[in-house]
């Protein structure tokens, strides 16, 4: 788990590793991630990203700017983050790349997303992905 991040050429704070990304969509119920290893070996093979949902700005509270924590699970402090960082998750979350430069996402929407409004970054945060062909995305239930 190590090499995530390795390789940024911006800074990232020191608390703010791969786990960091993927607490803050899991905690807000955003996201589900599931990471497959293959015998062996510590480095991740492939990994899954299903979205089950995206939260508007309203839903986060009276202002965007509004904190939420969760505990560090290794240096147990709480760690605060905002609605600013919660959309940031979603372009950081995915930069993991592996020691031998093959790991792959398997990336799911969740077909309930469709049924609410979809914030315009999310939008164009897929759009970033769908056009590059870095990302195919299956709909449906999980």
């Avoid at 609605?83 to 790349?97: G, H, R, S, V």
């Amino acid at each position: 788990m190590s090499r995530y991040l390795d390789t940024v050429s911006y800074t990232t704070p020191a608390y703010k590793y791969r786990m960091h990304y993927e607490i803050i969509l899991s905690a807000t119920g955003s996201c589900e991630f599931q990471h497959f290893y293959p015998a062996n070996t510590k480095n991740l093979y492939f990994s899954k990203f299903i979205i089950k949902k995206v939260l508007a700005p309203e839903e986060w509270g009276l202002s965007p700017l509004k904190e939420m924590d969760y505990i560090h699970p290794e240096h147990k402090v709480a760690v605060k983050y905002n609605y600013w960082d919660y959309t940031d998750d979603f372009n950081k979350a995915l930069l993991y790349e592996n020691a031998n430069r093959k790991h792959s996402w398997f990336i799911k929407i969740c077909s309930n997303i469709f049924e609410r409004n979809i914030p315009n970054w999310f939008c164009r945060w897929w759009t970033l992905y769908e056009k590059s062909g870095r990302a195919y995305a299956w709909t449906g239930n999980p």
